[in-house]
């Protein structure tokens, strides 16, 4: 069991990590951090907020993820991000609007 587990880690880890896996990797760090700077936030403020920044790392790690999944030829993965994308330059848009009309 044990030659089986360290045989799955190196194949996956090891003989498959090329730019396209640190590209990958990049993009879930983008990800993850916009969950951060929103943690930090709102824990700053004593309330549940949405900073800027975190739309800011959702376009950038849903984008790389994006080009990631269509290198992967991923079809669940391309429609998720790519609905996500929408969603966060949307989100953006919106943002840009309300501080204009202020």
Same mark, same amino acid.
């Given at each position: 069991m044990t030659?089986?587990? #360290?045989?799955?880690f190196?194949?996956?880890? +090891?003989?498959q990590f090329d730019s396209w896996v640190v590209l990958g990797f990049a993009a879930q760090l983008l990800f993850?951090? !916009? =969950? +951060?700077?929103q943690w930090i936030a709102s824990e700053r403020a004593g309330q549940s907020i949405i900073p800027l920044a975190f739309w800011f790392f959702s376009i950038g790690g849903g984008a790389l993820l994006f080009v990631?999944?269509? !290198?992967?030829?991923?079809?669940? =993965?391309? +429609?998720g991000q790519g609905?996500?994308? =929408?969603i966060y330059f949307r989100n953006l !848009?919106? #943002?840009y609007l309300g501080r204009k009309k202020a």
């Open positions: 030659s089986i587990l #360290i045989e799955w190196h194949n996956v880890f +090891v003989e993850m951090m !916009r =969950f +951060v700077v990631y999944a269509i !290198r992967q030829q991923d079809p669940v =993965f391309i +429609v609905l996500g994308l =929408f !848009r919106l #943002i």
